[in-house]
């Protein structure tokens, strides 16, 4: 006779608890196979369906197909600007370039601002050739740079086909390159993202 005629018994009372932890976990992995939202990652970026825009007043004149802001063939930009702030001036300059360059083939820029009518009036009438809007009670840059936990401005979106291709400042070494290739459709975020750091090791090999 066992001196221990319990101990089985004790054992089998540890497996249900153990079943109880696995089951647990098993569920978990259920339910975030069921609904992946819950594990992903809303914030707005490069490969994101681009929203809508939503534009008060345009100071000087509305572009056209802006209803239909991101859609079809053409290659939208649209650059959160204020009006006194130089780094949204000096990106004005390199916007207005790629307005002249690309137009033609499709190239759309609109400035939207943080500032009161007056103010981006004076912008767009110095700085801009381009349409600029102030922004409706700011939804376009909730729409966008709070979605993307992005603040300040001085900052663009490039949209082609629906998807956000670029986001960064207009000034960017990167801007104009990936603008020339965006408007004839041969522009890949992904490649782009990879070859990164080549291009960055060739840039500090120039520079030294």
Not at 81 to 106: P, W
Not at 159 to 184: C, H, L, N
């Amino acid at each position: 006779m066992s001196r221990f005629p319990h101990a089985p018994s004790l054992r089998l009372r540890c497996v249900p608890h153990r079943l109880h932890a696995m089951l647990a976990i098993l569920l978990s992995a259920f339910a975030l196979a069921a609904n992946p939202a819950v594990a992903q990652d809303d914030t707005l970026k490069v490969g994101s369906t681009s929203p809508a825009i939503t534009a008060a007043d345009w100071a000087n004149g509305s572009p056209s197909g802006a209803s239909g802001f991101g859609q079809g063939s053409r290659t939208w930009v649209l650059h959160f600007c204020e009006a006194n702030d130089a780094g949204s001036k000096r990106s004005a300059t390199a916007l207005n370039e790629a307005v002249r360059k690309f137009r033609r083939s499709g190239l759309r820029v609109v400035g939207l601002s943080t500032d009161g009518l007056a103010a981006t009036n004076t912008f767009a009438q110095k700085s801009a050739q381009y349409p600029v809007a102030v922004d409706n009670e700011k939804q376009t840059y909730q729409a966008f740079m709070g979605a993307a936990k992005r603040e300040g401005t001085n900052v663009a979106f490039v949209v082609r086909k629906g998807v956000i291709i670029w986001i960064g400042s207009p000034t960017s070494p990167d801007f104009a390159p990936m603008i020339e290739k965006a408007v004839v459709g041969r522009y890949n975020p992904s490649l782009a993202k990879r070859a990164e750091p080549t291009i960055r090791a060739a840039n500090e090999a120039i520079r030294v």
